[in-house]
């Protein structure tokens, strides 16, 4: 992948981002037609993303996460102890 082709994944990655925090994706062919001659590129990035956070959210709802609701299980956070990992 070129540098260029990284920063086109990049933008789109973002773009991706900010449309689900704002309330939902968009379909595909939207993004596609915005990045002409990038079409592979943006649609395999687009199945990975999104195959990656449908599989996320399964996981949490298998662990009793509700994230709207703020709660893991019978639980409700106060505060985050820490950030990061070992290592």
Known sequence: MSTHDDWVATRFL???????????RRPLREYLAAHPGHEELIAR???????AADELQGELDDAGVDRAAGTIGP?????????????
């Not at 990035?45 to 195959?51: Q, R, S, Y």
């Open 45 to 51: 990035e687009f199945v990975l993303a999104t195959a």
């Open 75 to 87: 639980f409700v956070p106060i505060r985050e102890l820490g950030r990061g990992s070992q290592g």
């Open 14 to 24: 973002a773009r991706l981002r900010a449309d689900e925090q704002g309330g939902g």
